[in-house]
């Protein structure tokens, strides 16, 4: 994955669509009756070089990054200014990669099927450390898209809960591309409905405190129906190269 070439114009403008995403979140979780701290900002990497992430951080307040791919993290992150900063990986992951990525990032968000929690939790157990997951839902039961969907989720919740060295600490989702913000917004209610339900369920290692659905093109309606986390990439940084 080739990373955009460093342009020093292009950090003004970084630095201009940090204050406006932010002023926006402030607004939606004002909204939804919330404050605006209680809704977390974070800066996706994906194909972003290093020295706007770094600028983000240093300079915007950016203090939480997630990046999608194994291997393009682990090629950044020596570059990269991480002290205090939390980082999540947020793409799709393979069990083959597993053993590379755990206990290099703080949360996995993309645990999308039975097969990945226990691998994390096998590799946590050898590390002797607890790894934090969300678990992703495919909220719109969408064939092109990974997530449990709802039916196989709810037969796994028994055997997850009680995975060793695991936190599960709330859900991620991506919903359908959608026609108009009314049929998007339906599929947010539903996914903050649906968290609701599993928070207050009675599940070992489940300790929920995170919804995390929202991004570039989405982040404000998704805010207004209760998500505390947005992930925010191309809204930041720019288009993405994918030469």
């Known amino acids: 994955m080739t990373t955009n070439s460093f342009d020093a114009s292009h950090l003004e403008v970084i630095s201009e669509n940090i204050k406006r995403i932010k002023n926006e979140i402030s607004e939606a979780a004002i909204k939804s009756n919330r404050s605006p701290d209680d809704v977390r900002l974070m800066a996706v990497t994906k194909t972003v070089c290093p020295e706007y992430i770094n600028y983000a951080i240093d300079n915007c307040g950016v203090d939480l990054i997630g990046e999608n791919k194994v291997q393009e993290f682990l090629s950044k992150k020596d570059l990269l200014h991480l002290k205090g900063v939390e980082k999540h990986l947020i793409g799709h992951l393979q069990t083959n990669k597993v053993k590379k990525i755990v206990g290099q990032v703080d949360m996995i968000q993309s645990v999308d099927s039975l097969r990945v929690a226990q691998s994390i939790s096998n590799e946590a157990v050898k590390g002797d450390f607890e790894a934090n997951i969300l678990l992703e839902i495919n909220i719109g039961d969408e064939e092109s898209k990974t997530g449990f969907d709802k039916a196989l989720f709810e037969e796994s919740l028994t055997e997850i809960s009680s995975l060793p060295n695991l936190k599960v600490k709330g859900l991620m989702t991506i919903p359908p591309i959608c026609e108009n913000t009314l049929e998007l917004e339906k599929y947010f209610e539903k996914m903050s409905n649906y968290y609701e339900e599993i928070k ?10 995170i ?3 929202g991004m570039s093109g989405d982040y404000k309606e998704a ?6 986390l947005v992930r925010v990439g191309s809204a930041i940084f720019g288009a993405r190269n994918y030469k």
Do not use: A, P, R
């Open 200 to 209: 207050n369920g009675s599940y070992g290692n489940f300790d929920f405190e």
């Open 211 to 213: 919804l995390s659905m």
């Open 223 to 228: 805010i207004l129906h209760g998500s505390n």
